[in-house]
């Protein structure tokens, strides 16, 4: 037997308990460079802990997933956190977990509206990186430096993601 989660769209605020949204709908924001832009300012804390570390930047080129979503599997971080902003308006689905006694809970989903990216914290769940409909390509932000810094877990029984209609 399959459970069943449809996901939601992504906001500020549904998303607070596990991490941050990287917009333009943002507070904290004013004028750079004469005027001539406008800078968007820390929309996320970046972490990087454990020996070596360092914060770096690099670009995923993903390939999308077919819909309904088979779920069997998600990852955490424990030294630092990951960001992940799309460089093209489309969509693309977050999954994310609490931490429970036993590993992670159950999933919770969000597809982002064009302009939206995440930031997970150290030791977030999460699924892998999500595009939907077509390859995506990704500017993100983590952590490099040695030891392990992915943990997996295989949920027992899968999940059955779909998109909101």
């Given at each position: 037997m399959t459970r069943t989660i449809t996901a939601r769209p992504l906001t500020?605020?549904?998303?607070?308990e596990?991490?941050?949204?990287?917009?333009?709908?943002?507070?904290?924001?004013?004028p750079i460079?004469?005027?001539?832009?406008?800078?968007?300012?820390?929309?996320?804390?970046?972490?990087?802990?454990g020996p070596n570390a360092h914060v770096v930047i690099s670009l995923f080129?993903?390939?999308?997933y077919d819909f309904p979503l088979t779920l069997g599997m998600v990852e955490r971080h424990p030294f630092g956190s990951q960001a992940?902003?799309?460089?093209s308006p489309a969509p693309f689905l977050v999954v994310v977990c609490h931490d429970g006694p036993d590993g992670p809970g159950e999933?919770?989903?969000?597809v982002t509206k064009p302009g939206q990216g995440v930031s997970y914290p150290r030791n977030c769940w999460h699924?892998?990186?999500?595009?939907?409909?077509?390859?995506?390509?990704?500017?993100?932000?983590?952590?490099?430096?040695?030891?392990?810094?992915?943990?997996?877990?295989?949920?027992?029984e899968a999940y059955e993601i779909h998109l909101p209609e």
């Open positions: 500020r605020e549904a998303f607070a596990f991490g941050d949204v990287l917009d333009t709908d943002w507070d904290n924001h004013f460079n004469g005027g001539r832009c406008e800078r968007y300012h820390d929309l996320a804390k970046v972490e990087a802990e080129k993903g390939t999308p992940f902003m799309p460089l999933p919770h989903a969000f699924a892998v990186l999500t595009p939907i409909g077509a390859p995506q390509d990704f500017l993100v932000v983590d952590r490099a430096g040695d030891g392990t810094n992915v943990e997996e877990h295989h949920f027992d």
